[in-house]
T-cell receptor, first 116, second 116 residues
Framework: AQKITQTQPGMFVQEKEAVTLDCTYD???????LFWYKQPSSGEMIFLIY??????QNATEGRYSLNFQKARKSANLVISASQLGDSAMYFC?????????????FGSGTRLSIRP | GAVVSQHPSWVICKSGTSVKIECRSL??????MFWYRQFPKQSLMLMAT?????????EQGVEKDKFLINHASLTLSTLTVTSAHPEDSSFYIC????????????FGPGTRLTVT
């Protein structure tokens, strides 16, 4: 069965510093996708970045990059030059057997707080 | 981009009554939709996968007779919480996959249910 683990319940980071949010996963399916979402206090789910299991390069989207270590089954999110608006809950998620109907499960989340 | 709406955005109901939550894909068709429940300060827990024209697939531990899911059209899925109790108070979020790209997963804004 698929499983996502986020071991950092909360993190405090100084504004403009880089931060790494940890995520490990477990699956027996060779085809899977990994997501990171941001959830501010409003509750909306904001898509940040995606990594497919067969993607050769680590995904990047602006200030977000995904450090994909396939052998270690880790998919850490790196946020460069953090901003006050980055304060939110961050969820790592995974979809097995990449197809439109396959479900996405979420890790427990990390609450990131940016200090001015 | 694609939009998923939910209605109502918040609802208060009395214990023992039923409440229906709608999830609509506004500019695309969704044969599959997912329903999640999120308790305060916790992660999104998948409740069920809604399939257009067929029965929903419920996750282990979710009472199918209590959480009725109907996916009557390619743009609408409904979740009915029957005989609601205070412990059903939660944030309910639906999502639908996009039309092609693996990373496309669109989330509704959520419905906050409070049972008194």
């Amino acid at each position: 069965a698929q499983k996502i683990t986020q071991t950092q319940p909360g993190m405090f980071v100084q504004e403009k510093e880089a931060v790494t949010l940890d995520c490990t996963y477990d699956t027996s399916d060779p085809s899977y996708g990994l997501f990171w979402y941001k959830q501010p206090s409003s509750g909306e789910m904001i898509f940040l970045i995606y990594q497919g299991s067969y993607d050769q390069q680590n995904a990047t989207e602006g200030r977000y990059s995904l450090n994909f270590q396939k052998a270690r089954k880790s998919a850490n999110l790196v946020i460069s030059a953090s901003q006050l608006g980055d304060s939110a809950m961050y969820f790592c998620a995974m979809r097995e057997a990449v197809s439109l109907s396959s479900k996405i499960i979420f890790g427990s989340g990390t609450r990131l707080s940016i200090r001015p | 981009g694609a939009v998923v709406s939910q209605h109502p955005s918040w609802v208060i109901c009395k214990s023992g009554t039923s409440v229906k939550i709608e999830c609509r894909s506004l500019d695309f068709q969704a044969t599959t939709m997912f329903w999640y429940r999120q308790f305060p300060k916790q992660s999104l827990m998948l409740m069920a996968t809604s399939n257009e024209g067929s029965k929903a697939t419920y996750e282990q531990g979710v009472e199918k007779d209590k959480f009725l899911i109907n996916h009557a059209s390619l743009t609408l899925s409904t979740l009915t919480v029957t005989s609601a109790h205070p412990e059903d108070s939660s944030f309910y979020i639906c999502s639908a996959p996009g039309q092609g790209l693996a990373y496309e997963q669109y989330f509704g804004p959520g419905t906050r249910l409070t049972v008194t």
